[in-house]
């Protein structure tokens, strides 16, 4: 592993999202490098079609992925919402070689059927933007050990607490490569012009990537 991949790994592995952080939590903060190579391990989850979705079947597609839960009283509809932004703003309608992929981290509860309604109340696009649910296990070792992303269950008992996890997005590339992590919402420091610089670079790096 490079210097810089082993970095990398240490600036994503720790932020965490769900519930609101507590004065001890970790800061947030853009992963501003773009020449990642994070290779995403294979996997098989459920879309909310109830289709089987693998990383093969995202192979020559650019994808950006967010991780969130329906329950989630936190930042996760925030993080959804600016997915919903990179919808219109990517033009994702347009775009055949470009998806979007949320991965439910708490998949025992989001269901197929509780996805589907969650993505209705951001208007995603059935075919371009997956949601993907499974095994509990197998999604937290994908997150963790694939996207190098922070999920873990809290002590909380209270609905929409029961997680702590990155509210990073990825962007993968048509080989299935991670290539770059952006911020998924804006920070307590960051401006609304600051969010927008971080959602400007992100869409250039996608851009950048169905080139190739």
């Not at 507590?22 to 098989?44: E, I, Q, W, Y």
């Not at 089987?52 to 650019?62: A, C, E, S, W, Y």
């Not at 059927?113 to 208007?123: I, M, N, P, R």
């Not at 993907?132 to 190098?148: A, N």
């Amino acid at each position: 592993m490079t210097v810089l991949r082993r970095c990398a790994f240490l600036l994503v592995l720790p932020l965490l999202g769900c519930p609101s952080p507590k004065p001890a939590s970790p800061p947030t903060g853009a992963v501003r490098a773009t020449d990642l190579d994070f290779p995403v391990p294979d996997f098989k989850l459920t879309e909310r079609s109830g289709k089987p979705v693998t990383r093969d079947d995202l192979k020559g597609k650019v994808w950006v992925a967010s991780f969130v839960f329906v329950r989630c009283s936190g930042p996760c509809p925030q993080v959804s919402a600016t997915m919903a932004r990179l919808q219109t703003e990517l033009k994702l309608a347009e775009t055949p070689d470009l998806r979007l992929v949320t991965f439910t981290i708490d998949p025992d509860r989001d269901t197929p059927g509780e996805l589907k309604d969650y993505a209705k109340t951001f208007s995603a696009d059935p075919d371009r933007w997956l949601f993907l649910t499974g095994r509990e296990e197998e999604i937290h070792k994908l997150l963790i050990e694939g996207f190098k992303a922070a999920v873990v269950r809290t002590k909380s008992t209270t609905v929409g607490e029961e997680f702590d996890h990155s509210t990073r997005l990825a962007v993968v590339d048509k080989a299935g490569v991670i290539r770059a992590y952006f911020d998924g919402l804006q920070g307590k420091r960051d401006t609304p012009a600051d969010f927008a610089e971080n959602l400007t670079k992100l869409k250039a790096r996608v851009a950048e990537l169905l080139k190739e």
